[in-house]
């Protein structure tokens, strides 16, 4: 069964986003150094974009991780069961994932309405808070559904790229 251009992209949207995050993350980064190196002053914003980013990537590098099935795990116990019980509780870890990154989901989307509505501005750029915190839901998503792609997908029918 072929499958269309659309979700062969569409199993990359994580490496997308984070090579755009990456690369405004090392231009900023690069601008700054250079006008630190010229000018002896530093762009006030260039912390908070930075930390963000560095958020924001970790949450989709998560994400192709659980689609990689690559995530740290402690499989002491696990590995002593038959096969069958094995296959049981990987399941059984991947629905409890699932609840704990739903949750996040929920409490970051918590979190956006509260921002909003109490105005808070970042302290360099002065733009609204939950400009920053808009990806971390879709982030917590992306994971919850990579790590039940991951739990379906056979190991080794697990892509390396």
Same mark, same amino acid.
Request: glycine share 6%; proline share 4%; net charge positive.
């Given at each position: 069964? =072929?499958? @269309? ?23 900023? %980064? ?15 914003? /260039?912390?908070? !974009?930075?930390?963000?980013?560095? *958020?924001?990537? /970790?949450?989709? %590098? ?7 099935? #690559?995530? *740290?795990?402690? /499989? *002491? ?6 096969? #069958? ?5 990987? +399941?059984?870890? =991947? ?8 949750? @996040?989901?929920? $409490?970051? !989307?918590?979190? !956006? %309405?509260? #921002?909003?509505?109490?105005? !808070? /501005?970042?302290? %360099?750029?002065?733009?609204?808070? +939950? $400009? ?16 039940? #792609? ?12």
């Amino acid at each position: 069964m =072929t499958r @269309s251009p659309l979700f062969k992209h569409l199993d990359r949207l994580e490496e997308y986003i984070c090579s755009a995050i990456f690369l405004v993350m090392t231009l900023v %980064g690069f601008a700054n150094v250079l006008v630190r190196y010229l000018t002896n002053f530093s762009f006030a914003a /260039t912390q908070e !974009i930075l930390l963000n980013g560095f *958020l924001l990537l /970790t949450v989709f %590098g998560a994400a192709i991780a659980a689609r990689r099935s #690559q995530h *740290l795990a402690v /499989t *002491l116990f696990s590995d002593l069961l038959p096969a #069958q019980a094995r296959r049981v509780m990987e +399941w059984v870890a =991947t629905v409890l994932g699932v609840i704990l990154l739903l949750l @996040s989901a929920y $409490y970051c !989307i918590e979190m !956006i %309405g509260n #921002q909003r509505a109490s105005g !808070i /501005t970042s302290p %360099g750029l002065q733009v609204p808070s +939950w $400009y920053y915190s808009l990806g971390l839901p879709l982030g917590f998503l992306m994971i919850a559904l990579r790590l039940v #792609q991951g739990t379906l997908t056979p190991r080794n029918e697990v892509p390396d790229v």
